[in-house]
């Protein structure tokens, strides 16, 4: 008997499972559903993943405290982050491209591709406006400028400006995506972290600056030292310590020439200190007579040029100073790096200013020491010079008599007399000389004029 209970899959004859059947469009929703769903829960695990990737990259820099060490490994952790050929960090300082630290390059590329970039094009776009800037192709933005010889090709794009405090640091640069192009979500990454490379530079940096000054005391310290014990110039020993100071690739002291409006490199330290010894300088038109002449220090963040003919090595930063004690100008002392070394900052100016103010007033102590012991010298030889003349002289003149009175008594004896007579010479000669030295004595003193002929009484021998 049917009693209409036999519904939905149960068989005719009310054995085997039930059956759930659907009409055609909501089996077709709930199949989109459950693929959308799928999606979405791969999607949060991608997500998820490089969430941690970027708290990999984060954790791959937080750990140094060397501000350079944490600019390459920023550099590094971002290509590897939104998994891009070409990453690169550009430090801006007064508006110019100061520093550029790149990764993906081999290292004969970069030969062949020469200087690094100076902020031109479309990476000047971003040193004048520090917002993130996400392109499918560089060529398409009005700003680029085109590659230079040998440089690969890049298309896709991605910059961001890296803030301390507040202050543009630099930017991140990202070119040729594996996926083609940069995502939004590529973009937030980055962005992410760059505030956590902020932090990083940010403490890194408050970390240099107590090591440099903790390098500045140590040299300004050695330098006092080393002064007091003498031995070595004083310019030589200021432009030694001033080197190590800077962790500077060259140290020079200039002082006044011989030559009128010029200056010369009294004394240089440093890998490169030979190529600039005795270097004469033109006071009208060069870096160090502004210095000399204004008495305000100079940085150079590119100084772009080589020594001299021939000279391969290219200085890069400079730093120069006015060297003054009290209010007079003694010179400048100098300070440079290679091209391919670190820019100096403002803090290494002041560093600089304060340590040259310093040997300024430890070199114009040890003139003065100087100046004493030389006192000193000048006095010992005129009490020198004092117990010859009315000491020795006295005796010897004393003797002198006493063997001209002997030789009026042996007349009768011609070999006894002549003998008496030569030995009064020799005395009369002997005077003479110690006179000279006396006389030579004196005159060494400053302000002492050589003393007239003696109006005394003559040594000469006596008549016979």
Known sequence: MDDGRNDHGAGRDGSGPPRLTFPDAPRLALEETLLALTSQAADVLATQGRLRALLRATAAFSGDLDVHVVLR????????????????????????????IHSGMDAETVALIGDPPKGLGLLGQLVEH???LRLRALAEHPAAVGFPENHPPMRSFLGVPIRVHDQVFGNLYLTESANGEFS?????????????????????????????????????????????????RATAQVARHAALGADADLAAIAVPGVEPGTLRVDAAAGILAD??????????????????????????????STLGDGDTAMLGPLV????????????????????????????DVEHLSLFAAHAGLAIELDRSRSD???????????RIAAELHDDVITELFSVGMGLQGLAGRVQTDTAVHSRVLEMAESLDTTIHRI????????????GNRSPGPSHGPSHGPPPG
């Not at 006071?283 to 100079?298: C, E, K, L, Q, W």
């Not at 100008?329 to 900052?345: E, I, Q, Y």
């Not at 004493?372 to 005129?382: H, P, S, T």
């Open 130 to 132: 520090p917002e993130a």
């Open 372 to 382: 004493q012991e030389l006192m000193n010298l000048l006095l010992d030889r005129d």
């Open 275 to 304: 190529q600039v010894s005795d270097l004469p300088i033109d006071i009208d038109g060069s870096h160090a007579g502004r210095v000399f002449t204004t008495g305000a220090p100079r940085l150079i963040q590119d100084y772009g």
């Open 73 to 100: 490994h920023v550099v590094e952790a971002t290509r590897e982050l939104v998994d891009a050929r070409y990453a690169a960090l550009g430090v801006v300082r007064g508006g110019h491209l100061v520093e550029f």
């Open 320 to 347: 120069i100073v006015p060297l003054q004690a009290r209010d007079e100008v003694l010179g400048t002392l100098s300070v440079a790096r290679l091209a391919n070394r670190p820019v100096f900052t403002a803090s």
């Open 184 to 232: 939004d979500e590529d973009e937030q990454l980055v962005t992410a972290l760059a505030h956590s490379a902020a932090t990083a530079i940010a403490n890194s940096r408050v970390h240099t600056e107590v090591q440099e000054q903790r390098r500045w005391l140590s040299a300004s310290t050695l330098l006092t030292q080393d002064l007091f014990k003498g031995g070595e």
């Open 435 to 446: 006179r000279t030295t006396v006389y030579s004595l004196r005159s060494a003193q400053p």
